[in-house]
């Protein structure tokens, strides 16, 4: 696999924890969006580790396509233009 699977077309709004540490999915094939849930396994892909700085809401990337993993930076948008996602 060399692209990531598109799990959604919008971020995930989830409330973390200060000081807790997550696991996103960055292939797209989990099925508990945004995290990892061991699926990548053979993938070629990795989850990424973060440790959430403030409790707060956040904004997780879901499309894949972010530069600013795993938060979303935006790139989604491209899906409301040209590109179809394959
Ligand atoms: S959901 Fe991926 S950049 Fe917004």
Same mark, same amino acid.
């Given at each position: 696999? =060399?692209?990531?699977?598109?799990?959604?077309?919008?971020?995930?709004?989830?409330?973390?924890?200060?000081?807790? =540490?997550?696991?996103?999915?960055?292939?797209?094939?989990?099925? !508990?969006?945004?995290?990892?849930?061991? *699926?990548?396994?053979?993938?070629?892909?990795?989850?990424?580790?973060?440790? *959430?700085? !403030?409790?707060?809401?956040?904004?997780?990337?879901?499309?894949?396509?972010?530069?600013?993993?795993?938060?979303?930076?935006?790139?989604?948008?491209?899906?409301?233009?040209?590109?179809?996602?394959?």
């Amino acid at each position: 696999m =060399t692209k990531p699977t598109i799990a959604a077309r919008q971020p995930a709004e989830v409330t973390l924890e200060a000081g807790k =540490t997550y696991f996103w999915c960055s292939c797209g094939l989990s099925l !508990n969006q945004p995290f990892c849930d061991g *699926a990548h396994a053979g993938s070629g892909f990795s989850p990424v580790r973060f440790t *959430a700085q !403030n409790t707060d809401t956040y904004y997780l990337c879901q499309c894949k396509l972010t530069d600013e993993s795993p938060l979303c930076d935006g790139a989604h948008k491209v899906f409301g233009q040209t590109w179809d996602g394959t």
